[in-house]
């Protein structure tokens, strides 16, 4: 996977006028049409656009082009439905170019569309059936996750009125994915259940890298939190305050043995160099013999 990623940086860097700029325009302004063309005309009449394998080879070729501009809004009380859609996509499609480049947005596009097609023609040619694949849902929703890895904290307002993180939405469209593509299994939809695997397969190999960062860091974290050299201080707090009611002090100094009760001008320190927590007295706190073993 990292072999993967790793080459779609170079080519990007390699072929920076590969992209398609402002692509995320040209897909709206085709959903736009495709659903003025089904309000205004009979039922399915868009159906000649939806991509069909066995269609293709009977030279309708046109289908392996058009089938992301059909957005399954067919009527005039789908209009704000299909406003709030193609804009949030075309906000997120925008912005993942200017933050990627065009080479780099069109080829993580255009490689879900691609992924999908492939999928379609071997199911369909692996079962026999006359498969139809109307629109790019899920290609969509491996663009939102995208943009949620980009920009986690970013926030929307949720029936315009409760603001949501976008890592949030994200999390629940993965169980959405998930559920998807169980439920197609299910109910024996075999490209139901393909298509949300292939459109997170496209995901990892774009993210690999920054993936595989984040993990690295969350690992390092962890392992310092565990480390013995590492002072818990919330745990040492609690710990010192058990110690301050039971003995009558709060710092006592493990080389001199004077306690704040006593001397209570006097600075006490706790090394971090020392396993477990040692208190040290300023007299001793840079000038003592460090404890290896947590006792």
């Given at each position: 996977?990292?072999?993967l990623s790793?080459?779609?940086d170079?080519f990007c860097?390699?072929h920076?006028?590969?992209?398609?700029?402002?692509?995320?325009?040209?897909?709206?302004?085709?959903?736009?049409?495709v659903?003025?063309?089904?309000?205004?005309?009979?039922a399915?009449?868009v159906s000649?656009?939806?991509?069909?394998?066995?269609?293709?080879?009977?030279?309708?070729?046109w289908r392996?082009?058009?089938?992301?501009?059909?957005?399954?809004?067919?009527?005039?009380?789908?209009?704000?439905?299909?406003a709030?859609?193609?804009?949030?996509?075309?906000?997120?499609?925008?912005?993942?170019e200017?933050?990627?480049?065009?080479?780099?947005?069109?080829?993580?596009?255009?490689?879900?569309l691609?992924?999908?097609?492939?999928?379609?023609?071997?199911?369909s040619?692996?079962?026999?059936?006359?498969?139809?694949?109307?629109?790019?849902?899920?290609?969509?929703l491996?663009?939102?996750?995208a943009f949620?890895?980009?920009y986690?904290d970013?926030?929307v307002?949720?029936?315009?009125?409760?603001?949501v993180?976008?890592?949030?939405m994200?999390w629940?469209?993965?169980a959405?994915?998930?559920l998807s593509?169980?439920?197609?299994?299910?109910?024996?939809?075999i490209?139901?259940?393909?298509l949300p695997?292939?459109?997170?397969a496209?995901?990892?190999?774009?993210?690999?890298?920054?993936?595989s960062?984040?993990l690295?860091r969350?690992?390092?974290?962890?392992?310092?939190?565990n480390s013995?050299?590492?002072?818990?201080f919330?745990s040492?707090v609690?710990?010192?305050?058990?110690k301050?009611?039971?003995?009558?002090?709060?710092?006592k100094?493990c080389?001199?043995?004077r306690?704040?009760?006593?001397?209570?001008?006097?600075?006490?320190?706790?090394c971090?160099k020392?396993a477990?927590?040692?208190?040290?007295?300023?007299?001793h706190?840079y000038?003592h013999?460090?404890?290896t073993?947590?006792?």
């Amino acid at each position: 996977m990292k072999k993967l990623s790793d080459a779609v940086d170079r080519f990007c860097y390699s072929h920076p006028r590969f992209g398609i700029p402002n692509l995320m325009r040209y897909i709206v302004i085709g959903n736009v049409l495709v659903y003025l063309l089904s309000v205004f005309s009979s039922a399915g009449a868009v159906s000649f656009l939806a991509f069909n394998w066995d269609l293709v080879l009977h030279g309708e070729i046109w289908r392996l082009v058009t089938f992301p501009f059909i957005s399954g809004y067919s009527s005039l009380g789908d209009i704000l439905f299909l406003a709030l859609f193609l804009y949030f996509y075309y906000w997120m499609g925008s912005v993942l170019e200017r933050e990627w480049g065009s080479a780099k947005f069109t080829l993580y596009y255009l490689s879900g569309l691609v992924l999908t097609l492939l999928t379609a023609i071997i199911v369909s040619i692996a079962t026999g059936h006359s498969i139809y694949l109307y629109g790019t849902d899920y290609v969509n929703l491996s663009m939102f996750f995208a943009f949620a890895m980009l920009y986690p904290d970013a926030q929307v307002l949720l029936f315009f009125i409760i603001p949501v993180k976008i890592k949030w939405m994200a999390w629940f469209d993965a169980a959405f994915f998930a559920l998807s593509s169980v439920q197609s299994l299910i109910g024996g939809d075999i490209l139901g259940a393909l298509l949300p695997v292939i459109a997170i397969a496209n995901f990892f190999v774009f993210f690999w890298s920054d993936i595989s960062e984040r993990l690295g860091r969350q690992k390092n974290y962890v392992r310092h939190q565990n480390s013995h050299q590492t002072i818990q201080f919330k745990s040492a707090v609690k710990q010192e305050a058990k110690k301050a009611r039971e003995q009558g002090y709060r710092h006592k100094c493990c080389v001199c043995g004077r306690t704040d009760t006593e001397f209570p001008d006097l600075q006490f320190r706790y090394c971090s160099k020392c396993a477990g927590y040692h208190c040290f007295c300023e007299d001793h706190i840079y000038n003592h013999v460090h404890f290896t073993d947590e006792k």
